[in-house]
């Protein structure tokens, strides 16, 4: 088992940008493609980004060309780089394995977009 902290959520007006980071309790994480997910009030949580053990990304098409995923290995931790910024992207943002079975998950990181 794996357990993660999220942080580096926060308040941003639109257009703005946030880079979130999730430390993986276990270098065991690295041996396994990541996720950062997200879920909106009354939403289901959703898959927004994805990276492979080693540089390969693919991402939701509401985030493509905005957001940035990547991982360091050696510090046990995933990144989520999230610029132009949209209300519509206001959730609690989480990371896990990109593929089931997932690991508990951690208490996620708030994002609001709001002016």
């Known amino acids: 088992q794996v357990q993660f902290v999220e942080s580096g959520g926060g308040l941003v007006q639109p257009g703005g940008s946030l880079r979130l980071s999730c430390a993986a309790s276990r270098s065991i994480f690295r041996l396994y493609a990541m996720g950062w997910y997200r879920q909106a009030p009354g939403k289901q949580r959703e898959l927004v980004a994805a990276i492979t053990t080693g540089t390969g990304t693919n991402y939701a098409d509401s985030v493509k060309g905005r957001f940035i995923i990547s991982r360091d290995n050696a510090k046990n931790t995933v990144y989520l780089q999230m610029n132009s910024l949209k209300p519509e992207d206001t959730a609690v943002y989480y990371c896990?394995?990109?593929?089931?079975?997932?690991?508990?998950w951690g208490q996620g990181t708030q994002v609001t977009v709001s002016s």
């Open positions: 896990n394995r990109r593929d089931p079975p997932r690991w508990a």
